[in-house]
């Protein structure tokens, strides 16, 4: 009986077989915020001693991301004009994942990106930093104007 409607399902459903079988193929853009840093100058301490100092901070800001499928590769373009190329691509009727790897100084770190096909919610981490949160959507294929 377990079969009879498994068989059935994929009979009143064909295209489900075929597209967790067909290679992926998605154009996408992602609006929402992403990491930076912002940095200020100036003066600190009493008159006669003062010093100059610069603060880095981290901040989210707005902006639109585009994120390509192509098979089991990709790219991931965040909108301040930075490219990573996707590694490890999977994807399931619910989610899609990739990667991709960084150096900093003296290790790497791997980022990932999950894609919740559902929602659209797209996030970009590496478990400790956000690189990129928001919703993604197909990305248009025609000029507006």
């Not at 994942?97 to 990106?113: I, M, N, Q």
Request: hydrophobic residues 40%; proline residues 5%.
């Amino acid at each position: 009986m377990k079969y009879a409607l498994v068989a059935l399902s994929l009979a009143l459903l064909p295209g489900l077989a075929q597209a967790q079988d067909a290679p992926l193929a998605l154009d996408l853009a992602c609006f929402g915020q992403y990491a930076d840093t912002e940095t200020t100058t100036g003066t600190v301490g009493p008159i006669g001693e003062q010093a100059r100092a610069t603060i880095t901070t981290n901040v989210m800001r707005p902006g639109t991301a585009r994120v390509t499928f192509r098979g089991e590769s990709g790219e991931l373009a965040y909108p301040d004009g930075r490219r990573r190329m996707l590694s490890n691509v999977t994807a399931d009727p619910h989610r899609i994942r990739a990667e991709y790897d960084r150096k900093a100084l003296f290790r790497t770190r791997t980022w990932s990106v999950e894609i919740d096909r559902m929602t659209g919610d797209i996030s970009v981490s590496d478990g400790s930093d956000v690189g990129f949160v928001g919703n993604c959507e197909a990305a248009p294929t025609t000029a507006k104007f």
